[in-house]
C-alpha cells in the first residue's frame, strides 16, 4: 500500500470516529437528529474530540515531517468535510451546516492537529538532542 493510499485510509477512519463522537454529543445535547437550532453548539463540541482523534492518527502514524503533516490534515479535512456534506445532505441541513461558523471550527481543528502534533514532536526531540550533549 502506498502511503498516500494509508493516509487516505486513516482519514477514513478519523472521520468514523469523528461521526461517532459528533453524534453522541448530539445524543447528549437531547437531539437525536440533525437539528439547524443547536448544529453550531454541536458541531463546535464535536471540534474538541475530532482534534484528539486527529491528533492521535498523527502520533499512530509518527508524522515526523511538515510535508506527511499538511498532507495528512488536507486529506483528513477533506474526507471530513464530504462526510459531513453527505450528511448534511441527507438530513436536508446542507445550508445550515456551512454556515455554521462550528462547522469551521471542526474542519479547522482536523486540519491543525497533524501540525499542533509535529510541533510537539520537534519540540521534544530538540530538547533530548540537546540534553543528550
Known amino acids: ?21 459528533h453524534y453522541l454529543i448530539t445524543v447528549s445535547l437531547g437531539n437525536t437528529y440533525f437539528a439547524e437550532s443547536t448544529l453550531n453548539r454541536m458541531l463546535w463540541f464535536s471540534s474538541f474530540p475530532a ?44 445550508n445550515a451546516l456551512f454556515e455554521s461558523p462550528g462547522a469551521y ?3 479547522g481543528a482536523v486540519l491543525l492537529a497533524p501540525l499542533v502534533y509535529l510541533l510537539e514532536f520537534r519540540r521534544q526531540n530538540r530538547g533530548t538532542k540537546a540534553g543528550a550533549h
Request: hydrophobic residues 75%.
Open 105 to 107: 471550527w471542526l474542519f
Open 51 to 94: 482534534f484528539l482523534v486527529a491528533f492521535l492518527a498523527a502520533l499512530f502514524q509518527k508524522t515526523n515531517t511538515l510535508t506527511l503533516a499538511v498532507r495528512r490534515g488536507v486529506i483528513w479535512t477533506a474526507e471530513l468535510l464530504v462526510a459531513f456534506a453527505v450528511v448534511a445532505w441527507f438530513f436536508r441541513a446542507f
Open 1 to 21: 500500500m502506498k502511503k498516500w493510499e494509508r493516509d487516505v485510509l486513516i482519514g477514513w477512519i478519523v472521520v468514523l470516529l469523528v461521526l461517532v463522537a
